[in-house]
């Protein structure tokens, strides 16, 4: 693994359904993001993790969690998917102290 | 209420010329710029940035500009190339402890021959 990889791909979904989008970096960085980008909206934070045990909500958190067991993984969680949550997401990983971003592959995700 | 605006959702330049992309900002608390540049189907890659206490950051083709009094920045590319064609999201940082970016909404850039 070099970088930041996601899983899956891509997914389409049953509304009400449970999704979890998987993320694993190896940069030891510690902290890590969620983003979802939508059309005319550019990229939003959903939440965030600033070191392993610790997370914090971003600007559109409403029916996603997060959990920060370890420095590498950082899953995102769609306790029960709705149609606004069709989007493409992205994770992204930085040290501590430093402003660049990495981002990995994304996530296309449909609910329908 | 978007904090971070790219009003020009696209831009059409030929190839060996200048292409300008706009960003402006509200928040008067952000204290680091950047530049990210998107190829579809992939993630987003970093390109430039710039602290709050420049007015310039230069790198190769890639000139950022900051313009505090404005709440301005501008991302200059000379001279262009067709591989520059890509979306380009400016973000901001909010000033103090945190790594959270802000970002806009896109500029998606065609560069032609």
């Known amino acids: 693994i070099a970088g930041i990889t996601q899983a899956p791909t891509s997914q389409i979904l049953a509304a009400g359904r449970r999704m979890t989008l998987r993320c694993t970096q190896d940069?030891?960085?510690?902290?890590m993001y969620w983003y979802r980008q939508d059309l005319g909206l550019g990229l939003r934070l959903i939440h965030y993790s600033n070191t392993a045990g610790t997370t914090g909500k971003g600007e559109v958190p409403d029916g996603y969690s997060v959990s920060r067991a370890n420095t590498d993984d950082f899953p995102l969680t769609l306790a029960s998917a709705v149609p606004s949550q069709t989007s493409v997401y992205f994770c992204?990983?930085?040290?501590?102290?430093?402003?660049?971003?990495?981002f990995g592959p994304g996530t296309r995700l449909t609910v329908l | 209420d978007q904090q971070v605006k790219q009003n020009s959702p696209s831009l059409s330049v030929q190839e060996g010329r200048i292409s300008i992309l706009n960003c402006d900002y509200t928040?008067?608390?952000?204290?680091?710029f950047l530049w990210y540049k998107k190829y579809p189907a992939e993630g987003p890659t970093f390109l430039i940035s710039?602290?709050?206490?420049?007015d310039k950051n230069e790198d190769g083709r890639f000139t950022v500009f900051l313009n505090k009094s404005a709440k301005h920045l501008s991302l200059h590319i000379v001279p262009s190339q067709p591989g520059d064609s890509a979306v380009y999201f400016c973000?901001?940082?909010?000033?103090?402890?945190?790594?959270?970016?802000?970002f806009g909404t896109g500029t998606r850039l065609q560069v032609f021959p």
């Open positions: 940069m030891r960085h510690n902290a």
């Open positions: 973000a901001a940082r909010w000033g103090g402890n945190t790594d959270k970016l802000i």
């Open positions: 710039i602290s709050s206490i420049k």
């Open positions: 992204a990983s930085s040290d501590s102290g430093y402003n660049e971003q990495f």
């Open positions: 928040n008067s608390m952000f204290d680091y």
